[in-house]
C-alpha cells in the first residue's frame, strides 16, 4: 500500500498571503488529522477530520481551517501567513477499526516558510 | 491535563552501546494510549509502538524494547546494540479515551546521535 502522501513538500510565501496543503490518506484509511511541528512549540494537534466532519480541533486561531473529501483526501488552509506559521506541517491518516486499534500513520509533511 | 515529558532533549551513544529514551506522561483518564515515533532527518515520523493503559506487559522487537509502568506514568523505550541508523528524534506521545488517535500529544522529543 502506499503511504501517506503530502502536497507540496515545500513552499515559500510572504506575510499575510494564504496557502493550502494537501493530504492523501492511505487507501482505506478514513481519519486523518494535522499536526504542526516548530523548533519552538514542537508537534501540536491542529485538527481531525473523519467521513468529511470535523472531529476534534486544537488550540490554532481561525485562520487555520481543514476539509475532508468523500475521498478522504483532506486539506488544511492557513489564511494571513504570519511569520510564525512557518513549520512543518504533518498530517496522520488511521483506519478506524475500532477502540484502540488504530495506528497512525504520518506523510512527509510539507514545509512551509514565510517570508 | 495531559502532558508528556522527555527529560533527555539530546543523547550521543557509540554503535553497539545501549542506549534508553525516557517517557513520562500525566493524564486523568484511566483509558489512554502511549507511542513512541522515529523522526529521521527526512522529516517523516514512523510508528513504532502503541500501547494500552491496560497492558503493562513489556515489549521486545528486535533490538527495540518498552518498559510501561503505570505506578511512575512512564513509558521507557531501549535501544540494544545501537547502530548509526538509529540517529534520529525519537517522540512520545500520549492519546487520551477509549476513542480515536486523532489527537496526539507529543513530548519534545528526544535526539539520538549514535556514532560509529
Known amino acids: 500500500k502506499a503511504g501517506v502522501t503530502q502536497t507540496p513538500r515545500y513552499l515559500i510565501k510572504t506575510r499575510g498571503q494564504q496557502v493550502t496543503l494537501s493530504c492523501s490518506p492511505i487507501s482505506g484509511h478514513r481519519s486523518v488529522s494535522w499536526y504542526q511541528q516548530t523548533p519552538g512549540q514542537g508537534l501540536q494537534f491542529l485538527f481531525e477530520y473523519f467521513s468529511e466532519t470535523q472531529r476534534n480541533k486544537g488550540n490554532f486561531p481561525g485562520r487555520f481551517s481543514g476539509r475532508q473529501f468523500s475521498n478522504s483526501r483532506s486539506e488544511m488552509n492557513v489564511s494571513t501567513l504570519e511569520l510564525g506559521d512557518s513549520a512543518l506541517y504533518l498530517c496522520?491518516?488511521?483506519?478506524?477499526?475500532?477502540?484502540?486499534?488504530?495506528?497512525?500513520?504520518f506523510g512527509p509533511g510539507t514545509r512551509l516558510l514565510v517570508l | 491535563a495531559q502532558k508528556v515529558t522527555q527529560a533527555q532533549t539530546e543523547i550521543s551513544v557509540v554503535e553497539k552501546e545501549d542506549v534508553t529514551l525516557d517517557c513520562v506522561y500525566e493524564?486523568?483518564?484511566?483509558?489512554?494510549?502511549l507511542f513512541w515515533y522515529k523522526q529521521p532527518p527526512s522529516g517523516e515520523l514512523v510508528f513504532l509502538i502503541r500501547?494500552?493503559?491496560?497492558?503493562?506487559q513489556n515489549e521486545i522487537s528486535g533490538r527495540y524494547s518498552w518498559n510501561f509502568q503505570k505506578s511512575t506514568s512512564s513509558f521507557n523505550f531501549t535501544i540494544t546494540a545501537s547502530q548509526v541508523v538509529d540517529s534520529a528524534v525519537y517522540f512520545c506521545?500520549?492519546?487520551?479515551?477509549?476513542?480515536?488517535?486523532?489527537?496526539?500529544?507529543f513530548g519534545k522529543g528526544t535526539k539520538l546521535s549514535v556514532k560509529p
Open positions: 493524564t486523568r483518564d484511566t483509558t489512554y494510549y
Open positions: 500501547r494500552n493503559s491496560f497492558d503493562e
Open positions: 506521545a500520549l492519546s487520551e479515551g477509549g476513542r480515536s488517535q486523532g489527537n496526539l500529544i
Open positions: 496522520a491518516s488511521s483506519s478506524i477499526k475500532g477502540v484502540g486499534q488504530e495506528t497512525q500513520y
